[in-house]
């Protein structure tokens, strides 16, 4: 099928967009970089924007039965959000990679496995790109517009475009192209 890049599957609106295992972000970057993935493939990355609690996790043993048999039970919600945009997921899908909020406290060293922090966008921002160093620049989940695929990347470009502006890029682009 056509797809989209990206998509946002909302269970449901009454419950509101942080309950726990309500909201799930699609991205399917091979869709935009074939070189992503295998040819004739694709990689999805499928999550639940900062609502898996950490309690859940805490002191669990990354090798027991209990882990596992929890990061199955907590991936069903995925599995059901995806199966919504492609619903033979599960029939196609080759190799899934669970992360759990263990996974994040571990690989990405984020306080608790957070997905990166909740700011209340009425009452405060992530930083922008500029920094007190000269020619330091910073860009990633940890910047404005903040966490997730599509907004790191557009850091990226925010970053960029403060070095020079868009049109600049084009020229640049064009010559080594």
């Given amino acids: 099928p056509n797809l989209d890049c990206h998509y946002i599957v909302v269970n449901d609106w009454e419950s509101g967009v942080t309950a726990e295992q309500n909201v799930i972000a699609i991205s399917i970057p091979s869709l935009l970089d074939p070189d992503l993935a295998p040819e004739g493939k694709h990689n999805v990355h499928v999550y639940t924007p900062a609502t898996e609690p950490f309690k859940l996790?805490?002191?669990?043993d990354r090798k027991s039965q209990a882990y596992a048999d929890l990061k199955t039970e907590r991936s069903e919600s995925l599995w059901k959000g995806l199966a919504r945009v492609i619903p033979d997921i599960r029939d196609r899908c080759e190799l899934s990679l669970v992360g759990t909020p263990l996974t994040h406290a571990r690989f990405l060293r984020r306080h608790q496995g957070s997905y990166g922090p909740a700011l209340w966008a009425s009452k405060e921002s992530f930083p922008g790109p500029k920094t007190p160093l000269p020619g330091l620049l910073c860009c990633g989940d940890s910047s404005f517009p903040g966490i997730g695929v599509p907004a790191v990347a557009a850091s990226g470009m925010i970053a960029a475009?403060?070095?020079a502006p868009v049109?600049?890029?084009l020229q640049m682009l064009r010559r080594v192209v």
């Fill in 167 to 169: 049109g600049k890029h």
């Fill in 57 to 60: 996790w805490e002191g669990l």
């Fill in 161 to 163: 475009n403060t070095l």
